[in-house]
């Protein structure tokens, strides 16, 4: 009896479970939404390096079952998931029916860009509480690192609020412990580095190590007497007329009485511009310990701030300074900063820190993406839905109150996935950079990388379609009549606007106005409109009803007939931007002719052209589009994406933020080596890290590097923040600095080994000068980084057994390291002894209140350590193959 009733009991229990297992109320979407273990592990990538094996984990720990089919997960990829299934067989994008994983009957579909989503079909198997179950789908290309598998997957329900999983906010992702996951191929030649590895990239064998005075280096000191000693202290007075701006970087620092008559018994710091200094940012500057003062001539405002800025240097090494006269200018007139604040939204104090410290080093640039498939942040006067609904990623199935989300923001417009700059933080944005001499360059992308546009402009045509069909048109960025289908580089369908109607063109040109209006009401006038311009998917525009009604050969093929309508965009964006009196400035691609050539510089009628030359992957053979467009009469600014992208992890390794699309990787030391004026003399490996000589690339007598003839055209450098992996401040300020200090050092400053023909000499030379670079780093600049509260990447140390003790050193001499032992309670700093167990390292931030991330030092040599655990991944991954590989 007792049996019996028991029985029951647990089949009504089951029974009920299963049928409460529809979700309803939001209570239970919620219950899951906190319950559901998720658990993301990159099985493999394969050797060909087509595609990656993705495990997923659930482990429902909710109350009930998950086993009703009215809800939805969703989650982001920066691959395309199993793409044969998804892509139709001619390879065009059709309305993707999904994929259906065929041992749980889940369904996974393509939404748009990165988004997926996974939903049960009615023979869905169901995931009781307490049931593990894992999922396996390929999906196209690699992921070797963290970052590639965002976070916030979300689930939704019929006509109940979305809510994130809670065990997808982080530490999900499984660690990356084998060959397999983080290389990206069998080619792949990079590993995670040990800290042996580490410890010979650092080591030095330079005995001359010297800290430079100043960062970027000046072009001449001369005078220089450290015997004679001027102390700055006391009574000090600025004198000066008309430099109160660039005064008060110094009187805001230390405190100096201001004033146009100098003191007679105090130190004396004179500004003055000087029309004799040639160089329009160029100053002069001159300790006179035994006259008390210290004389700063600029030919400019700017040139003044640079002394400024070059005095403030001096005197964070103390009061003390000594005699010396620094004669200095800049070797490129154009030196940036570029700033995606589309993909993730970056607020406006973090973009007036990044300001300050770009003045420091004398950047001049700040290039700003504006806007993007993935969101618009700037409000726009008249067009309200640019912000309303295009600043704003949330889950929505029409896209009426905001994008969907993309990139890991899950459902809610709460996260770096929404924001915007309104009018008035833009004005502040300009004025806070005018103050440093900075010129802020707004890019609007366009034509491709247009989503968010379109999409506002979709919600905008729907507001008065009904009642005003002419204010429905106006700014339509569409042609709704197309049958063009397409994905672009980052999977969207939809992300082109159409270069044959005419509202295109006005909505431009309202841009490129209401730009101009924000930019004079505060004294920066805008000066180049930025349009992007960069990859455009080659089918979409082929169908397009309305360019078939425009003058072009439609029977040409897909890129042919792309790149004649491109040629047009150009033109009416130029045309546009002409009429306002400005210059203009676009990706390489967006001006790209075919064969590594530029369209006709002619055709345009702006003063100025300028393209940025970023596409470099050596293999790939586009280099030299940097040389023809500067020969062809472009202002070129130097990109290059393997050596200034700094949305680039800092090392090949899993746990290191960014994509890595060009080099696996850039460093600070990597970026300092860069070449500006000789660009092939940069070319080093391939993307998969096999070393690649100039004669690989260029060919014999350099026929495929075309060589640089009009050198005036190289405007200069930039250095490059995408934000798809930057989720919060520190994120960003990790991925910036300290890469940014060797931008500037090198956009500003030629250094002699940079002319050395003999390759052997100019390294040798290159990396003495590296190690006075990163002395000066570790013992001066991170502490004025860390004191304004930039938290720049701390590298982790290097380390080697000498005996019985770990030796170790950090990439910027000075900076302390801790060990410990596995339980990592307490740090200790000093000797290291090593009994044989694994010891914990990590270095310290300057100012000794941060830590760099923790590795782990053992014996065992790392290489053996991977030679065991590829074996395991293989048994694993055979096994994986047998279960599922075979039975699809
Ligand atoms: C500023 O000037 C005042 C009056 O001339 C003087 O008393 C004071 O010491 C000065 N302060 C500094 C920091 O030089
Ligand atoms: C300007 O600089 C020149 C050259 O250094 C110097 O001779 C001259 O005195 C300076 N003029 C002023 C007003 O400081
Ligand atoms: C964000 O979403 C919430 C919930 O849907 C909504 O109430 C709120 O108005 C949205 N905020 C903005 C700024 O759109
Ligand atoms: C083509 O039409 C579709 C809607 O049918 C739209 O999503 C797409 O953006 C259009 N493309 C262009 C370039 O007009
Ligand atoms: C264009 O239309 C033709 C005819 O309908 C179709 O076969 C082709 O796939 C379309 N191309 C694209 C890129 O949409
Ligand atoms: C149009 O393109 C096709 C294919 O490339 C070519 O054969 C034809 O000559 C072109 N027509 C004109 C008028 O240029
Ligand atoms: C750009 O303007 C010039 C000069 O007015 C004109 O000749 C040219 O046709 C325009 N380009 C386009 C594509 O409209
Ligand atoms: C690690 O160090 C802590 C603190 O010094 C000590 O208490 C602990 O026993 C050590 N653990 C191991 C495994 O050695
Ligand atoms: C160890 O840490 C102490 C306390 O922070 C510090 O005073 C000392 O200089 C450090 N020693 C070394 C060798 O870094």
Same mark, same amino acid.
């Given at each position: 009896?007792?049996?019996?009733?028991?029985?029951?009991?647990?089949?009504?229990?089951?029974?009920?479970?299963?049928?409460?297992?529809?979700?309803?109320?939001?209570?239970?979407?919620?219950?899951?939404?906190?319950?559901? *273990?998720?658990?993301?592990?990159?099985?493999?990538?394969l050797?060909?390096?087509?595609?990656?094996?993705?495990?997923?984990?659930?482990?429902?720990?909710?109350?009930?079952?998950?086993?009703?089919?009215?809800?939805?997960?969703?989650?982001?990829?920066?691959?395309?998931?199993?793409?044969?299934?998804?892509?139709?067989?001619?390879?065009?994008?059709?309305?993707?029916?999904?994929?259906? =994983?065929?041992?749980v009957?889940?369904?996974?579909? @393509?939404?748009?860009?990165?988004?997926?989503s996974?939903?049960?079909?009615?023979?869905?198997?169901? =995931?009781?509480?307490?049931?593990?179950?894992?999922?396996?789908?390929?999906?196209?290309?690699?992921?070797?690192?963290?970052?590639?598998?965002?976070?916030?997957?979300?689930?939704?329900?019929?006509?109940?609020?979305?809510?994130?999983?809670?065990?997808?906010?982080?530490?999900f992702v499984?660690?990356?412990?084998?060959?397999?996951?983080?290389?990206?191929?069998?080619a792949?030649?990079?590993?995670?580095?040990?800290?042996?590895?580490?410890?010979?990239?650092?080591?030095?064998t330079?005995?001359?190590?010297?800290?430079?005075?100043?960062?970027?280096?000046?072009?001449?000191?001369?005078?220089?007497?450290?015997?004679?000693?001027?102390?700055?202290?006391?009574?000090?007075?600025?004198?000066?007329s008309?430099?109160?701006?660039?005064?008060?970087?110094?009187? #805001?620092?230390?405190?100096?009485n201001?004033?146009t008559?100098?003191?007679?018994?105090?130190?004396?710091?004179?500004?003055?511009?000087?029309?004799?200094?040639?160089?329009?940012?160029?100053?002069?500057?001159?300790?006179?310990?035994?006259?008390?003062?210290?004389?700063?001539?600029?030919?400019?405002?700017?040139?003044?701030?640079y002394?400024?800025?070059?005095?403030?240097?001096?005197l964070? @090494?103390?009061?003390?300074?000594?005699?010396?006269q620094?004669?200095?200018? $800049?070797?490129? *007139?154009?030196?940036?900063m570029?700033?995606?604040?589309?993909?993730?939204?970056?607020?406006?104090?973090?973009?007036?820190?990044?300001? #300050?410290?770009?003045?420091?080093?004398?950047?001049?640039?700040?290039?700003?993406?504006?806007?993007?498939?993935?969101?618009?942040?700037? %409000?726009?006067?008249?067009?309200?839905?640019?912000?309303e609904?295009?600043?704003?990623?949330?889950?929505?199935?029409?896209?009426?109150?905001?994008?969907?989300?993309?990139?890991?923001?899950?459902?809610?417009?709460?996260?770096?996935?929404?924001?915007?700059?309104?009018?008035?933080?833009?004005?502040?944005?300009?004025s806070?950079?005018k103050?440093?001499?900075?010129?802020?360059?707004?890019?609007?992308?366009?034509?491709?990388?247009?989503?968010?546009?379109?999409?506002?402009?979709?919600?905008?045509?729907?507001?008065?379609?009904?009642?005003?069909?002419?204010?429905?048109?106006?700014?339509?960025l569409?042609?709704?009549?197309n049958?063009?289908?397409?994905?672009?580089?980052?999977?969207?369908?939809?992300?082109?606007?159409?270069p044959?109607?005419?509202?295109?063109? #006005?909505?431009?040109?309202?841009?490129?106005?209401?730009?101009?209006?924000?930019?004079?009401?505060?004294?920066?006038?805008?000066?180049?409109?930025?349009?992007?311009?960069?990859?455009?998917?080659?089918?979409?525009?082929?169908?397009?009803?309305?360019?078939?009604?425009?003058?072009?050969?439609?029977?040409?093929?897909?890129?042919?007939?792309?790149?004649?309508?491109?040629?047009?965009?150009?033109?009416?964006?130029?045309?546009?931007?002409?009429?306002?009196?400005?210059?203009?400035?676009?990706? %390489?691609?967006?001006?790209?002719?075919?064969?590594?050539?530029?369209?006709?510089?002619?055709?345009?009628q702006?003063?100025?052209?300028?393209?940025?030359?970023?596409?470099?992957?050596?293999?790939?053979?586009?280099?030299?589009?940097?040389?023809n467009y500067?020969?062809?009469?472009?202002?070129?600014?130097?990109?290059?994406?393997?050596?200034?992208?700094?949305?680039?992890?800092?090392?090949?390794? $899993?746990?290191?933020?960014?994509?890595?699309?060009?080099?696996?990787?850039?460093?600070?030391?990597?970026?300092?080596?860069?070449?500006?004026?000789?660009?092939?003399?940069?070319?080093?490996?391939?993307?998969?890290?096999?070393?690649?000589?100039?004669?690989?690339?260029?060919?014999?007598?350099?026929?495929?590097?075309?060589?640089?003839?009009?050198?005036?055209?190289?405007?200069?450098?930039?250095?490059?923040?995408?934000? %798809?992996?930057?989720?919060?401040?520190?994120? &960003?300020?990790?991925?910036?600095?300290?890469?940014?200090?060797?931008?500037?050092?090198?956009?500003?400053?030629?250094?002699?080994?940079?002319?050395?023909?003999?390759?052997?000499?100019?390294?040798?030379?290159?990396?003495?000068?590296?190690?006075?670079?990163?002395?000066?780093?570790?013992?001066?600049?991170?502490n004025?980084?860390?004191?304004?509260?930039?938290?720049?990447?701390?590298?982790?140390?290097?380390?080697? =057994?000498?005996?019985?003790?770990?030796?170790?050193?950090?990439? &910027?001499?000075?900076?302390?390291?801790?060990?410990?032992?596995?339980?990592?309670?307490?740090?200790?700093?000093?000797?290291?002894?090593?009994?044989?167990?694994?010891?914990?390292?990590?270095?310290?931030?300057?100012?000794?209140?941060?830590?760099?991330?923790?590795?782990?030092?053992s014996?065992?040599?790392?290489?053996?350590?991977?030679?065991?655990?590829?074996?395991t991944?293989?048994?694993?991954?055979?096994?994986?193959?047998?279960?599922? =590989?075979?039975? %699809?």
């Amino acid at each position: 009896m007792e049996v019996k009733k028991m029985i029951v009991q647990v089949c009504v229990f089951l029974v009920a479970g299963y049928v409460n297992s529809q979700i309803v109320t939001q209570l239970d979407l919620d219950n899951i939404a906190s319950g559901l *273990e998720i658990k993301v592990d990159v099985v493999e990538n394969l050797d060909d390096g087509s595609r990656h094996l993705f495990k997923v984990t659930f482990n429902n720990k909710a109350l009930k079952s998950l086993s009703g089919h009215n809800w939805k997960i969703y989650f982001f990829s920066f691959f395309i998931v199993e793409s044969k299934h998804i892509l139709s067989n001619d390879g065009l994008y059709t309305k993707p029916e999904g994929y259906i =994983l065929p041992n749980v009957n889940l369904k996974l579909r @393509h939404e748009n860009g990165g988004l997926f989503s996974m939903s049960p079909t009615t023979e869905f198997i169901g =995931l009781p509480t307490n049931v593990e179950r894992e999922i396996t789908f390929y999906a196209a290309n690699w992921a070797v690192s963290k970052t590639d598998i965002p976070p916030n997957w979300y689930i939704t329900a019929d006509g109940l609020n979305a809510r994130v999983i809670d065990s997808t906010k982080e530490g999900f992702v499984g660690e990356f412990t084998s060959a397999k996951q983080w290389k990206r191929k069998k080619a792949d030649k990079y590993d995670p580095y040990s800290p042996m590895t580490r410890y010979q990239r650092y080591k030095t064998t330079n005995p001359n190590v010297q800290m430079k005075m100043v960062i970027p280096t000046p072009k001449e000191i001369t005078n220089h007497d450290t015997t004679k000693l001027l102390y700055i202290s006391g009574q000090v007075t600025i004198v000066h007329s008309g430099l109160d701006n660039e005064a008060s970087f110094l009187k #805001d620092k230390y405190s100096f009485n201001i004033s146009t008559t100098a003191s007679t018994n105090g130190v004396n710091i004179y500004l003055s511009i000087n029309h004799t200094i040639l160089s329009a940012e160029g100053y002069t500057l001159t300790v006179n310990p035994s006259e008390k003062s210290v004389i700063i001539n600029g030919k400019t405002n700017a040139g003044v701030l640079y002394g400024v800025q070059s005095l403030l240097s001096l005197l964070s @090494h103390g009061r003390n300074i000594p005699q010396m006269q620094i004669r200095d200018e $800049p070797r490129f *007139e154009f030196r940036g900063m570029f700033i995606d604040v589309a993909r993730n939204f970056i607020p406006k104090k973090v973009l007036e820190k990044l300001m #300050d410290a770009m003045a420091m080093y004398k950047l001049n640039k700040l290039h700003l993406h504006l806007a993007d498939d993935e969101g618009w942040r700037i %409000e726009i006067e008249g067009l309200p839905e640019l912000t309303e609904v295009g600043s704003k990623r949330c889950h929505s199935e029409i896209e009426d109150v905001c994008l969907i989300p993309q990139l890991g923001s899950g459902p809610y417009n709460t996260t770096s996935g929404s924001g915007f700059y309104s009018i008035q933080d833009y004005k502040d944005i300009l004025s806070y950079a005018k103050k440093r001499h900075i010129e802020v360059i707004p890019e609007i992308d366009m034509p491709g990388h247009a989503r968010a546009a379109i999409i506002a402009m979709e919600a905008r045509y729907r507001k008065y379609s009904n009642t005003n069909n002419n204010e429905a048109e106006k700014y339509r960025l569409i042609d709704p009549d197309n049958e063009s289908k397409f994905l672009s580089v980052q999977i969207f369908n939809d992300n082109a606007v159409n270069p044959c109607i005419e509202s295109t063109y #006005d909505f431009i040109d309202k841009i490129v106005s209401e730009l101009e209006v924000m930019h004079s009401a505060v004294g920066h006038p805008l000066n180049i409109y930025h349009f992007g311009g960069d990859e455009v998917a080659k089918t979409a525009w082929v169908n397009s009803t309305k360019c078939n009604q425009l003058n072009f050969n439609f029977s040409a093929d897909a890129e042919s007939i792309r790149n004649e309508l491109k040629n047009y965009f150009t033109q009416r964006v130029a045309n546009i931007t002409f009429i306002h009196g400005l210059n203009t400035a676009g990706w %390489e691609d967006g001006f790209n002719a075919g064969d590594g050539m530029p369209f006709d510089r002619d055709i345009y009628q702006n003063q100025q052209v300028y393209s940025n030359a970023w596409d470099n992957v050596w293999e790939w053979g586009e280099a030299r589009r940097a040389y023809n467009y500067a020969n062809a009469g472009y202002k070129v600014i130097m990109s290059h994406a393997t050596h200034l992208y700094f949305d680039h992890p800092y090392e090949p390794d $899993p746990e290191e933020r960014g994509l890595y699309w060009a080099p696996r990787f850039t460093d600070s030391y990597k970026t300092f080596r860069f070449l500006p004026d000789n660009l092939y003399e940069n070319i080093d490996v391939t993307r998969m890290g096999d070393p690649l000589s100039k004669s690989d690339v260029c060919g014999v007598n350099n026929k495929k590097c075309p060589s640089l003839q009009k050198p005036e055209n190289i405007a200069g450098m930039q250095g490059h923040l995408w934000s %798809e992996t930057i989720l919060s401040e520190d994120n &960003f300020f990790y991925m910036v600095f300290p890469r940014l200090l060797a931008l500037a050092e090198r956009a500003w400053y030629k250094a002699p080994w940079e002319s050395v023909g003999d390759k052997t000499k100019r390294n040798r030379d290159m990396n003495n000068d590296w190690d006075n670079f990163a002395e000066t780093l570790g013992k001066k600049e991170l502490n004025r980084l860390d004191s304004m509260g930039i938290k720049y990447r701390i590298p982790p140390p290097g380390g080697s =057994l000498q005996g019985d003790e770990i030796k170790f050193n950090t990439a &910027f001499p000075g900076l302390s390291v801790e060990f410990s032992n596995k339980s990592q309670t307490t740090w200790n700093n000093g000797t290291i002894p090593y009994t044989g167990s694994p010891v914990f390292l990590r270095t310290k931030s300057a100012d000794g209140k941060r830590t760099s991330r923790v590795i782990s030092f053992s014996q065992v040599t790392s290489s053996a350590r991977l030679v065991n655990l590829s074996l395991t991944t293989v048994m694993f991954c055979s096994f994986l193959m047998y279960t599922f =590989l075979l039975k %699809e």
